[in-house]
């Protein structure tokens, strides 16, 4: 009997591992080539979108970088063009649609249909909810969820009648987890997952392919162009020190390529990070509990107070904790990246 049990064992392990290579293989022969596809990328000039843009131009794709603000676009446009990148950049405000429609006519007349949307523009909000008014609030959500929609609507006719087409809806572990002092931040997020796996269900028929991501803490150097209110020295250094850490964020190019993976094999959701594939476990099993803990956290945060409701940069809140050498990984991704 323990032989015959123990010939059982084999035979499903051999099974398993049959499967999940088969599988391995069937994912591989399946992923969607880059190679000379049109791609958009939103908040393309710097951060997470440029480092996407470098892997992407190794791949041999066509760049079109749109972003608001030009001269960080020329920026980017002369590194990659400068190592062999076919790229196009646009000025554009993702919020507003007449510009998104501007920008995707312009790129149907110089480089054709675009065959690979990455919305990845993003703005942050830092500090107290009581210290926020509507205008953070109107700012996230115009950026994370309307942008989205523009871009997702002007690109969708033409991947619509050509059968085909990706999208990459760039959110955050905060579109699934609600963290204190980035409220704005975090329901905007929401908002942009809720969008992103109702098109993925909706489009499928088409072959366009809807990917959402929703990384954890990355190492871009992007803290320093944060909104920061409240107490901003001390929410700004807490915010650096968390984005710096090892334990608690990815490098940006480990990050990048393990979202693009996802998008490359179609998958539903991409998350980076332990501490962050943790959380949203913890959530899924008791949303309670983790809004307990943060209730916690919350209570070791900065309070009211400050500059209150004022509104700095990142950048204009540096102190000797935000430049020591614990946040050295995000000045320096800061400087690598275009930030």
Not at 151 to 156: C, G, H
Request: with cysteine.
């Amino acid at each position: 009997m323990k032989a015959n049990n123990k010939n059982t064992f084999w035979w499903m392990a051999a099974g398993t591992g049959a499967l999940l290579a088969a599988r391995a293989v069937r994912r591989k022969l399946n992923a969607y080539d880059f190679n000379g596809k049109v791609v958009l990328i939103t908040g393309g000039s710097r951060g997470l979108g440029l480092v996407m843009a470098r892997q992407l131009a190794q791949e041999g794709a066509r760049l079109v970088l749109c972003a608001r603000d030009k001269d960080e676009l020329e920026n980017a446009r002369m590194e990659l063009a400068g190592k062999g990148a076919n790229v196009l950049v646009q000025k554009c405000d993702v919020t507003d649609q007449q510009q998104v429609q501007d920008v995707v006519t312009n790129v149907l007349n110089e480089f054709g249909p675009i065959d690979v949307l990455i919305n990845n523009a993003g703005i942050i909000h830092a500090g107290p909810v009581t210290e926020m008014t509507v205008q953070e609030f109107d700012e996230a959500i115009k950026t994370h969820y309307w942008g989205p929609v523009h871009t997702i609507l002007a690109v969708l006719p033409s991947m619509k009648a050509r059968g085909e087409g990706r999208i990459l809806n760039v959110s955050s572990i905060g579109g699934k987890i609600s963290v204190p002092h980035l409220v704005p931040y975090s329901a905007s997020k929401f908002a942009l997952v809720g969008l992103s796996e109702g098109l993925r269900a909706e489009l499928d028929k088409y072959n366009i392919i809807v990917t959402t991501a929703t990384p954890g803490l990355i190492q871009t150097g992007s803290p320093r162009h944060a909104i920061v209110k409240g107490h901003h020295k001390e929410e700004y250094a807490l915010f650096k020190l968390m984005d710096s850490s090892p334990l608690t964020s990815m490098s940006a190019e480990a990050t990048a390529k393990k979202i693009l993976d996802g998008l490359r094999h179609g998958d539903t959701q991409v998350t980076t990070t332990i501490p962050a594939k943790l959380g949203a476990l913890l959530h899924g099993l008791s949303p309670s509990f983790v809004t307990s803990v943060f209730g916690l956290v919350n209570k070791v945060l900065p309070g009211e107070g400050g500059i209150g409701k004022e509104r700095v940069r990142g950048y204009e809140s540096e102190s000797r904790l935000s430049q020591s050498g614990l946040t050295e990984r995000t000045q320096k991704a800061a400087e690598k990246n275009n930030e």
